[in-house]
């Protein structure tokens, strides 16, 4: 028959077996240690924000004209400032976010930056890139106006958003670390 050894060795098979199935819980004590040496892990933060350049006071909102007419202005300016220890580019747009459309389309901008003048046109087109490095705060000076004098731009508002938005390399990608910040405003035309 079977030799005896091969016997044992499946009745020892069995009964380890069966101890197996009937066993609800176990408990093995194996661990592991890696260790990596030389190496640093270093968090940083990227935040900015807009304030008043007169108190450093954060502001939410910059123009808010009443009364606006044809060759009249406001002039209103805002500091960025980093809050944050990483240095960023960042974009600068405007977006119409309610009023009348004639109106919006026809109000002028003017932006001084860094001692320049570095847009003169509508509103509604402005966008421009900018960066904070190795410095904590950038300048902004706006200027709006109405140079047309048209009767049909009597008595309209115009609400619009200067959209602040960080970026790595190109303004139309996302991802990475990023902040974004807005100033909201409003115009509204005076009666002539």
Known sequence: MMNTR????????????????????TDADLSAEL???????????????????????????LFN??????????????????????????SLTVQKTFGDDSFC????????HKGKSQYNDKLLNFNTNSSLENQDKDDWIFFISL??????????????????????????ETGGLSDQESLKNRITSGSW
């Open 6 to 25: 091969i016997l044992v060795t499946l009745f020892l098979v069995i009964l380890i077996g069966w101890g197996l199935i009937y066993t609800e819980t």
């Open 35 to 61: 260790v990596a040496e030389s190496n640093s892990f270093e968090a940083t933060t990227l935040e900015f924000s807009n304030r008043d350049t007169a108190n450093e006071t954060r502001a939410n909102s």
């Open 65 to 90: 004209t009443s009364g606006l007419l044809p060759t009249g202005f406001d002039v209103r300016a805002v500091r960025i400032k980093k809050d944050g220890k990483e240095n960023f580019k960042y």
């Open 105 to 112: 389309n026809e109000l002028y901008l003017e932006v001084w």
């Open 147 to 172: 140079p047309k004098n048209d009767k049909n731009l009597s008595l309209k508002f115009c609400e619009f958003e200067f959209k602040f938005s960080t970026f790595l390399n190109n303004p139309n």
